[in-house]
């Protein structure tokens, strides 16, 4: 049973534009949410991540929104770049710490 | 400062045979983790390190899988017997404590043939 889960294996956005990235889950003990950046023959680089406590998280170009009732987040990347290429993970936490629970990926493809 | 390692990066292993995977945390980092990644899927939990014991080894899929961490650094996954559904990216991540930022390593990718 797969508990948390990214829909789209790939996702390709025009340079500039903004990239939405999505991410479901089933767990309703989860209460801490990261997103991960991972490039090929590299570990998942931490991004950005949210409390349960929160719906909004920003951080320069990249902005996390949690929706707790629907059990979703979403990853906002505005402007997006070409060096944003990247496969992106989301990944659950129990209290804030302890084992995450990834999701299966998305292949961000920014094309200039 | 340098950041999680891990050796080898690549292992080429026949079914059968009994495997060594290497981490050395970022220093200082108490918490130390474990993933496996097989081809189009995202990490999944093996185990976890606070210090020097194992606080959590319910990912482990069977006994044939074991991780030590003696001195509370570094770190090998020891995989016996191996078989080829074995055969993936085994990642090790570090961090302050428990509730802080996991960072990962590289990553061991295991072929086993």
């Known amino acids: 049973d797969q508990q948390v889960k990214q829909n789209s294996p790939s996702l390709s956005v025009q340079e500039g534009r903004i990239s939405i990235l999505n991410c479901d889950y089933t767990?309703?003990?989860?209460?801490?949410f990261l997103w991960y950046k991972k490039y090929p023959a590299e570990g998942p680089t931490f991004l950005i991540s949210?409390?349960?406590?929160?719906d909004k998280n920003e951080d320069g170009r990249f902005t996390v929104f949690l929706n707790k009732s629907a059990k979703h987040l979403s990853l906002h990347i505005v402007p997006s770049q070409p060096g944003d290429s990247a496969v992106y993970f989301c990944?659950?936490?129990?209290?804030?710490?302890?084992?995450?629970?990834f999701g299966g990926g998305t292949r961000l493809m920014v094309k200039p | 400062g340098a950041g999680v390692s891990q050796t080898p990066s690549n292992k080429v292993t026949e079914k059968g045979k009994y495997v060594e995977l290497r981490c050395d945390p970022i220093?200082?980092?108490?918490?130390l983790y474990w993933y496996r990644q097989s081809l189009g899927q995202g990490p999944e939990f093996l185990i976890y390190?606070?210090?020097?014991?194992?606080?959590?080894d319910s990912g482990l899929p069977n006994d044939r899988f074991f991780a030590v961490r003696p001195e509370g650094s570094v770190s090998t996954l020891k995989i016996q017997r191996t078989e080829r559904g074995d055969s993936a990216v085994y990642l090790c991540?570090?961090?302050?404590?428990?509730?802080?930022?996991?960072?990962f390593g590289p990553g061991t990718r295991l072929t086993v043939l």
């Open positions: 991540a570090s961090s302050w404590g428990r509730t802080d930022t996991q960072y």
């Open positions: 767990n309703s003990m989860f209460d801490y």
């Open positions: 949210i409390s349960s406590i929160k």
């Open positions: 990944a659950a936490s129990r209290n804030a710490g302890n084992m995450l629970t």
């Open positions: 220093s200082g980092h108490t918490a």
């Open positions: 390190f606070q210090g020097t014991g194992a606080a959590d």
